[in-house]
T-cell receptor, first 115, second 116 residues
Framework: QKEVEQNSGPLSVPEGAIASLNCTYS??????FFWYRQYSGKSPELIMS????GDKEDGRFTAQLNKASQYVSLLIRDSQPSDSATYLC???????????????FGKGTHLIIQP | DAMVIQNPRYQVTQFGKPVTLSCSQT?????MYWYQQKSSQAPKLLFH???????NEADTPDNFQSRRPNTSFCFLDIRSPGLGDAAMYLC???????????????FGPGTRLTVL
């Protein structure tokens, strides 16, 4: 059973602070991990991808992966009101043929940045 | 700009009346996916095409079918929509389904389906 768990929130963070979003996954075979941002009524937008243990930074965003703990997180520095959205954690699990069955998503964390 | 396009953006149909949703891409990606997202829920994979190979999720109802006539286009057919099929339907593409770095999925804007 492929499961991706996120705290649904809402997570309220003051403007300019660091927002920390967390995600756990159940399948140890998971190889690829993604964070998507989704504004209300819109489609998911890829923010970060991460494939190996450690940190990956892109601008104000840092993704962190710990495969031993089956844990992936997203940090947003200097949070802005425009960061207010639902953040979806997604996991891609390879099949035995070298392909994959698409993404398994968590239900998302609703982030609110307070001005 | 390379992109994923979905038409129509909003679709209203009647209970039981077949409907077709369209997706096209200019990214020249090998894989095209269809997801269903209901209100306040996670996107759920329905099926995907890797080139011409069709991969159906085990729990996707038979009411949902898909066609990929060429690399650029993919269609979602709902043969007899029920009230429970009202949702946002998302098309996504990737270069490869599993290869790290090539398996990033990019979504179109979605089609919101209403069933009356």
């Amino acid at each position: 059973q492929k499961e991706v768990e996120q705290n649904s929130g809402p997570l309220s963070v003051p403007e300019g602070a660091i927002a920390s979003l967390n995600c756990t996954y159940s399948d140890r075979g998971s190889q690829s991990f993604f964070w998507y941002r989704q504004y209300s009524g819109k489609s998911p937008e890829l923010i970060m991808s991460i494939y190996s243990n450690g940190d990956k930074e892109d601008g104000r965003f840092t993704a962190q992966l710990n495969k031993a703990s089956q844990y992936v997180s997203l940090l947003i520095r200097d949070s802005q009101p425009s960061d207010s959205a639902t953040y979806l954690c997604a996991v891609n699990i390879p099949d035995s043929g070298g392909g994959a069955d698409g993404l398994t998503f968590g239900k998302g964390t609703h982030l609110i940045i307070q001005p | 700009d390379a992109m994923v396009i979905q038409n129509p953006r909003y679709q209203v149909t009647q209970f039981g009346k077949p409907v077709t949703l369209s997706c096209s891409q200019t990214l020249n990606h090998n894989v095209m996916y269809w997801y269903q997202q209901k209100s306040s829920q996670a996107p759920k994979l329905l099926f995907h095409y890797y080139d011409k190979d069709f991969n159906n999720e085990a729990d996707t109802p038979d009411n949902f079918q898909s066609r990929r006539p060429n690399t650029s286009f993919c269609f979602l057919d709902i043969r007899s929509p029920g009230l429970g099929d009202a949702a946002m339907y998302l098309c996504a593409t990737s270069r490869d389904p599993g290869l790290a770095g090539d398996n990033e999925q990019f979504f179109g804007p979605g089609t919101r389906l209403t069933v009356l």
